[in-house]
């Protein structure tokens, strides 16, 4: 019962009066210390109050339980060491990582919570040691990787066609090679090799995606874009595209193309996942998965809509007419694509003045450029632009938040020789076999300076305000234009002790 009452307490909106009552129950506490305290017991969600207020962005909580949570060091001066428990908020070996689960969240108050001690300086504790280093050298090694696999799919087997053309619009001169003819010769086996390290990279890939998949769920693993839910939906497909073309290749089935070009384009689009690395680029690579996910992704079923109405009447409109004279729209497929064109005005308006063409066809390409260049091209710019100044107030709080995903990410996979665990053993200090983490705090003497110069001021205020009372008091019988001029004789002394105060803070300044 208490340990519900704890969880009800981190989700009440009055954050001062939760901090009191949790304090309260937690002194009747008889297991303060171990794996029986209440603040220890998750709920139904395998989430402790402590995580819980992580996940629902309760700063005032989570700063009241790490201050629970800290021993003062030494101090000197203004300078202060102060060791915070990292019991729950280290990701090292736990299934259920605290930064992962703030990062997962979709509640920005959350967020936040990064910025605040200590679990700033843990992450960047563990970005600057281990994870900048790991995530460039694994950048660099995909690079190489995909350099690799082009390099593979540039020199393909191909040898020249023999067969007859079958039409005039037939262009094809060479052809795929036989699985028994594509590795003969020196430049085969390099190739080969190259291959090679192709498929078992695409193998890798995927054994390590599904992992996570399972553990995390698809709908959160692929949705949610700071853990890199479209790169991961990119990766793994690219990597399904590399074994059919394997396939395709054992077997001497014709088109591998098809899967091979889909691999270059994926493969090559994941380099931007990469970008989350480096403050001068990740930011941007969010702008536009948020552009891509939002706006283009809707205006994709009008521009769908608009294509599909268009290139039916072009197509109706040109299927009485010879192809050789004007082929943009010879069959319904490349009716589809000539119109796809003309509405990104990537090219012009097909059209060949030695010939008569159909009077329709100048209507219907007039209505086409009214709709399709004038409104819906600038209405997707105009989204755009909103988009990105939405999204431009929290982009790099949000880079922030995917270098946490990327460090958690990284110490979850790689081996822990590589990655040792970071802060100080409480045994060192006599404080148990838990972990801390060692931070330095420099106090400010100017500002409790200034803290000490309002107190004074209230204080002046304050009496000045007490004297007035009791004068009102003994004068209470008197008429009502003396007590008019004694308020305002109080307003005036106020105002010189106030004024007199800000005068000795310029000095001492």
């Known amino acids: 019962i208490g340990n519900t009452v704890l969880h009800i307490l981190v989700l009440q909106p009055n954050k001062t009066f939760a901090c009191h009552m949790y304090s309260l129950i937690l002194s009747y506490d008889r297991n303060k210390e171990g794996p029986g305290s209440l603040e220890l017991i ?31 060091l030494w101090s000197f001066g203004p300078l202060t060491t102060v060791l915070y428990d990292l019991t729950e908020i280290d990701s090292w070996a736990e299934d259920q990582s605290f930064l992962e689960l703030i990062v997962s969240t979709k509640k920005r108050e959350a967020r936040q919570i990064l910025d605040l001690t200590p679990v700033k300086e843990l992450v960047s504790l563990k970005w600057n040691m281990y994870g900048r280093p790991y995530f460039c050298f694994l950048a660099l090694f995909y690079i190489l990787y995909m350099v690799c696999f082009t390099m593979c799919c540039v020199y393909r087997p191909l040898k020249p066609r023999t067969g007859n053309k079958t039409s005039g619009r037939d262009n094809t001169i060479y052809v795929q090679k036989m699985l028994q003819e594509s590795y003969m010769t020196y430049e085969d086996e390099l190739r080969l090799v190259g291959e090679l390290i192709t498929v078992i990279g695409a193998v890798v890939i995927l054994i390590l995606e599904i992992p996570d998949i399972l553990r995390v769920g698809a709908a959160k693993y692929f949705g949610q ?3 890199g839910g479209p790169f991961h939906i990119i990766v793994i497909t690219y990597a ?7 396939v395709m290749r054992l077997t001497s089935t ?26 001068m680029l990740g930011p ?3 702008m536009i998965q948020k552009m891509i996910f939002g706006d283009l992704m809707r205006f994709c079923w009008l521009m769908a809509v608009v294509i599909l109405g268009f290139a039916s009447a072009f197509y109706i409109i040109f299927q009485t007419e010879n192809p050789e004279n004007l082929g943009q729209f010879y069959n319904y497929p490349m009716s589809l694509f000539t119109t796809f064109e003309l509405f990104l005005t990537i090219i012009d308006g097909p059209a060949n003045y030695d010939v008569d063409l159909p009077f329709m066809y100048s209507v219907v390409y007039f209505a086409f450029a009214i709709i ?38 990284l110490e979850r996979k790689l081996p822990r020789c590589l990655w040792p665990r970071s802060g100080i053993c409480g ?24 803290m000490r110069y309002t ?4 204080t002046q205020d304050r009496d000045n305000y007490d004297k007035d009372l009791e004068k009102l008091e003994i004068d209470r019988n008197t008429l009502y234009k003396k007590e008019l001029s004694a308020l305002s004789l109080s307003r005036s002394t106020s105002r010189t002790s106030s004024h007199r105060g800000w005068e000795i803070l310029r000095r001492n300044t």
Not at 240 to 246: P, S
Request: proline share 3%.
């Open 254 to 279: 014709t088109g591998e193309v098809v899967p091979m070009s889909f691999a270059l384009v994926l493969g090559w689009c994941n380099v931007m996942y990469f970008a989350r690395g480096f403050q």
């Open 427 to 450: 045994r060192e200090y006599g404080l148990g076999d838990r972990w801390y983490l060692r931070v330095q705090d420099r106090v400010d003497p100017n500002k409790h300076k200034m």
């Open 225 to 227: 874009t700071i853990l």
């Open 284 to 286: 941007f690579t969010i």
């Open 372 to 409: 399709a260049t004038l409104l819906m091209l600038n209405l997707l710019i105009a989204m755009m632009g909103d988009t990105h100044w939405r999204v431009a107030h929290e982009r790099d709080e949000l880079w922030r938040a995917q270098v946490v995903a990327t460090t958690v990410m």
């Open 42 to 72: 998750p709920n139904n969600e395998g989430l402790t109050p402590f995580k819980l207020a992580g996940v629902e962005g309760n700063t005032v909580m989570f700063q009241y339980l790490m201050q629970k949570r800290k021993h003062n």
């Open 240 to 246: 399904c595209m590399i074994l059919v073309t394997m």
């Open 455 to 458: 107190e004074a001021f209230k």
